[in-house]
């Protein structure tokens, strides 16, 4: 099989047909023939890209995310000490892990339910949280997300309000304390409409390039 781009013919693996015929395939004439029916592309871009922006706007439920932190506290720390020792800081950081594994809990989340006044069951509460240690730090953050931006921020001060307590009652010589409290997200997180009109613009794009 040879490839022809007008400059020359330029040898690759043979593929025979019934005949024993090789094929040329002109890459100049097939952008000739993609450029005729460029007007057909664009039409479809603009198609695919509309359906997809109709889709991110007015199908998919906008989703709002809303996050407070919290400071490990290691008490084993020396009283009025000033030196922090790396030891202490690994352990505090250790202690992340087992604080969001007790966050995560049926017995913390349907405390949070009844506190916030929440209609959700364990299951779905836990679906909407996610938490995890701040770059590598002693700081931990707790995300919330909903399609109301009011109930992200009220759950995620929920949490951080009730976490303390339960972790004091749970662990010994650590503790828990609020480095920032959670506010009421202005934008939403998801979708992006941007994201999703490229996509539909580029698939578009595509499919009619291939026809």
Do not use: C
Not at 59 to 78: D, E, F, G, H, R
Not at 126 to 137: C, D, F, L, R, Y
Request: hydrophobic share 45%.
């Amino acid at each position: 099989m040879e490839i022809s781009t007008g400059m020359g013919e330029y040898p690759v693996e043979k593929t025979h047909n019934p005949n024993n015929e090789e094929m040329v395939i002109d890459l100049v004439q097939l952008a000739k023939a993609l450029w005729r029916r460029a007007w057909a592309i664009l039409l479809a871009m603009v198609v695919f890209g509309g359906a997809a922006f109709s889709y991110a706007y007015f199908i998919i439920t906008p989703l709002y995310k809303a996050s407070a932190m919290l400071y490990v506290n290691n008490s084993s720390l020396s009283v009025g000490s000033t030196k922090v020792d790396l030891s202490d800081l690994n352990a505090a950081q250790s202690l992340v892990d087992t604080y969001i594994v007790i966050l995560k809990t049926r017995t913390t989340l349907e405390e949070v339910i009844e506190t916030a006044g929440l209609s959700y069951d364990y299951e779905t509460l836990s679906k909407m949280i996610e938490a995890g240690a701040v770059n590598s730090t002693e700081v931990f953050s707790i995300e919330v997300t909903s399609p109301d931006p009011a109930e992200a921020e009220r759950i995620a001060n929920t949490i951080a309000e009730l976490l303390p307590d339960r972790i004091a009652e749970i662990v010994d010589g650590s503790s828990v304390r609020i480095v920032d409290y959670a506010v009421v997200p202005s934008q939403k997180s998801s979708p992006s409409i941007s994201r999703y009109t490229l996509l539909g613009l580029l698939l578009g794009a595509v499919v009619s390039s291939g026809i």
